[in-house]
């Protein structure tokens, strides 16, 4: 048991906060540099670059509900995980320490919860599709019949259905990470100094 629970630990649990420190961790390092250079203006335009990113890696979600028709699902997650981790270190580096608007918190608390939603996500989807792998192929080596074989995995099938139902908590948080956003932008551009 001790065994098992090791390697879901290391299997499940570090790779997932790893992913959350690197995405902190490069956020502060990428803030510290732009003040070390003196370049601390250039964050004010990341939040752009960083919108720009997070859009693009909408393709899979498009790709996934049948609004295009182009591209491979498997391909599109791995740009779609890429370009959101890209867009929101940037856009992380964007809002810095700078607590002066509290509509973009708001959209960063927003997105926050959007990428560990989407983390807890893949880790679980993964986990819970290897677990009924590995099921299957323990009992079909038994030399059970395919009735027998769905039968025995009928409880696990329907688990693993439920856990692919997380994007119905994940696309809501998308959305509100999306309104936020969209009304910390429109706030920017009115109040913006454009001379």
Not at 128 to 142: E, K, M, S
Not at 167 to 175: E, K, N, S
Request: hydrophobic share 55%; aromatic share 10%.
């Amino acid at each position: 048991m001790s065994a098992l629970r090791t390697s879901l630990i290391s299997r499940e649990v570090i790779p997932f906060l790893a992913a959350l420190a690197l995405l902190g961790g490069s956020a502060l390092a990428l803030d510290a540099l732009l003040h070390v250079a003196d370049m601390v203006w250039v964050g004010r335009y990341l939040g752009i670059a960083g919108v720009v990113l997070i859009i693009a890696s909408s393709g899979y979600s498009l790709r996934k509900r049948k609004l295009i028709s182009s591209g491979k699902p498997a391909n599109l997650l791995r740009w779609h995980e890429g370009l959101a981790w890209a867009g929101s270190l940037l856009i992380l580096v964007h809002a810095g320490i700078h607590f002066n608007a509290i509509l973009g918190w708001l959209a960063v608390w927003a997105m926050l919860v959007n990428i560990v939603s989407g983390l807890t996500g893949r880790f679980l989807l993964k986990r819970a599709r290897v677990r009924l792998d590995v099921n299957r192929q323990t009992l079909r080596a038994t030399g059970l019949s395919p009735e027998a074989l769905e039968e025995r995995t009928y409880w696990d099938s329907l688990t693993f259905d439920m856990v692919k139902q997380w994007r119905a908590v994940h696309v809501p948080i998308t959305l509100a990470f999306a309104v936020l956003a969209l009304a910390h932008i429109i706030a920017v551009c009115l109040f913006w100094g454009w001379k």
